[in-house]
């Protein structure tokens, strides 16, 4: 592969797709062989299952960074509203819910709702703040 490639990496179950993220995120080390990969910071991995934390709208998609961070850093909620419409151009959530909304998150997103959250961490690397 490229270094500007992208790697989707898919099999049955139990054929080792866990254990070779545990090995090319450093969890497990490599017995034998080699494994040419970018550096840890340069990659990033997508639990199955979101997180999402306890607080607000705007905390999830601050996560893992804090208020006072993104107050710091100068980010508005009308660039968090930029963000999130990158991965959802309905604004279906920020119609539903204010920012300062605080609910069971996991509860009160539907499966596409989680996904698309993730996918604003995938899109910038890091969050808004």
């Not at 054929?15 to 080699?34: A, D, N, T």
């Not at 709208?57 to 710091?72: G, N, S, T």
């Not at 009308?78 to 990158?86: F, G, P, S, V």
Request: proline residues 5%; contains cysteine.
């Amino acid at each position: 592969m490229l270094t500007w490639m992208r790697c989707w990496l898919a099999a049955l179950v139990s054929q080792g797709k866990s254990s070779l993220f545990r090995i090319i995120g450093e969890l497990w080390p490599l017995h034998s062989g080699v494994l040419r990969k970018p550096a840890k910071e340069e990659i990033m991995f997508i639990p199955q299952k979101p997180y999402l934390v306890l607080g607000t709208l705007r905390d999830q998609i601050i996560y893992p960074h804090e208020r006072a961070d993104m107050q710091r850093l100068g980010v508005t909620d009308d660039d968090l509203a930029a963000l999130l419409a990158i991965v959802d151009p309905a604004r279906n959530i920020t119609t539903e819910w204010q920012w300062d909304t605080v609910k069971d998150w996991f509860h009160a997103f539907s499966g596409g709702q989680k996904q698309r959250g993730q996918g604003r961490h995938k899109r910038g690397r890091e969050p808004a703040c």
